[in-house]
């Protein structure tokens, strides 16, 4: 931790860049304890890990903080120091008794108090929705930001999202962009309009924000406007000529299907079982599962409801055809997704949105299409969508 409580009572910020000669000097001056469980502490000098305060071997202390790695602590005396620089008040590491909670920084802002967790370390769903909930319990907002080496980027535009990372953005419907920081270039990365394709890839459009730029809203949990990014027709091109060699279970359950209804294979899979939609992030499967399923149904019908659709998915994920995640959020998702693909397919005209909740399915059929012809198709997808987010 960067900071403790000198035996004069001083509450010491290591993060306010004292030089070494100074804090060597204290070092032998002083004694220095955890504010927390009041125990002593250390004050680390080391040439190789940044300076830090750490508890005694066998201490006792009530708040047990996750291991802070050198990145971790770089990071948040980075923070601490860009926020003072903006004329802001941050305190470092308080505690706070009423939830049992010390994060990393928080601003005690009239209008807008914020917790800033700077996450590295990996974290489990009922423990970020735990800590999530108790800041907003006592009317803080949290600022989940997380540690730009957890970000792996598959190609431009393409990354690999986990479920630890995905959790991050599951606290707004519809989910938020997801915020990272890097000590080392010194910059936010913002990755917003994040669009699932499976439950490791996902598409994004990635924002480099420098510290020196980055404003105090940098912070602000932003309501990400959805628009399809760039690269998803990319990745969907990928799927369909870059077959994996091994498949899930619920992938071959649905290849069996599409060969028993249609006679088609997973590469000629239509195009409209690939929209990219806000709402594939509320599905653990990847998106031509749960919109194939959908799309299947669709086929057979003349006029179908969101509500219709959406006790069709209930049962599909009962016999977990369909898997959902686990999402920090109001319950009617399923309901609303179903009603985001209804519409999508209206958007690119496959069916017809009627009146009282109602889309009009009997024009809608399946017509085997070349390679070639999908991937335009994908093409066109994508734009006509993204077309009509921007409108
Ligand atoms: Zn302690």
């Known amino acids: 931790m960067l ?6 009572q001083q509450l010491i910020y290591l993060a306010d860049d004292y030089s070494s000669d100074v804090l060597k000097k204290w070092r032998t001056d002083h004694s220095f304890y955890c504010p927390v469980c009041k125990e ?3 004050l680390k000098l080391g040439q190789i890990k940044i300076f830090h305060f750490s508890h005694k071997r066998n201490h006792h202390c009530p708040y047990r903080g996750e291991p802070e790695s050198d990145f971790h602590l770089e990071g948040k005396r980075q923070l601490y120091r860009w926020l003072i620089r903006l004329g802001e008040d941050p305190e470092l590491e308080p505690y706070l008794p009423a939830i049992n909670q010390r994060p990393d920084l928080l601003l005690r802002e009239k209008n807008n108090p914020a917790a800033l967790e700077f996450q590295c370390s990996p974290l489990s769903y ?14 803080i907002e949290p600022v989940w930001i997380i540690g730009a080496n957890r970000l ?3 190609s431009d535009g393409v990354f690999q999202i986990s479920d630890f990372l995905r959790q991050f953005s599951s606290y707004t419907d519809p989910p938020s962009a997801l915020l990272f920081y890097c000590p080392n270039a010194k910059a936010f990365i913002r990755l917003n309009h994040m669009t699932v394709f499976s439950s490791s890839i996902s598409c994004a459009e990635l924002r480099y924000i420098p510290l020196k730029r980055a404003k105090r809203d940098t912070l602000q949990r932003k309501k990400d406007t959805f628009c399809p990014p760039e690269s998803w027709p990319r990745v969907v091109r990928n799927f369909r000529l870059k077959p994996k060699q091994r498949i899930s279970k619920e992938v071959n359950e649905l290849r069996l299907l599409y060969y028993e ?16 939609l806000s709402a594939n992030h509320y599905f653990s499967s990847p998106v ?18 969101a509500r219709e659709i959406e006790k069709v998915i209930v049962k599909l994920v009962k016999t977990k055809k369909i898997k959902i995640r686990k999402m920090f959020i109001s319950e009617h998702t ?3 997704s179903t009603l985001e693909y209804l519409q999508g397919l209206a958007v690119i005209g496959t069916i017809k949105e009627g009146e009282k909740e109602q889309f009009i399915t009997d024009q809608m059929s399946f017509a085997f299409l070349s390679m070639e012809e999908l991937l335009k198709k994908d093409n066109d997808i994508h734009l006509r969508l993204k077309k009509n987010e921007k409108a």
């Open 3 to 8: 900071s403790a409580r000198r035996d004069d």
């Open 40 to 42: 002593q502490v250390d």
């Open 126 to 139: 009922p423990d970020y929705k735990k800590r999530t909930s108790s800041y907003i319990g006592i009317k």
């Open 152 to 154: 792996k980027r598959v």
């Open 261 to 276: 209804k249609l006679q088609v294979t997973l590469p000629f899979l239509p195009s409209e079982v690939f929209l990219p």
């Open 288 to 305: 031509y599962i749960w919109q194939s399923y959908i799309y299947l149904y669709l086929l057979s019908r003349s006029v179908v409801t």
């Open 334 to 336: 399923l309901y609303t």
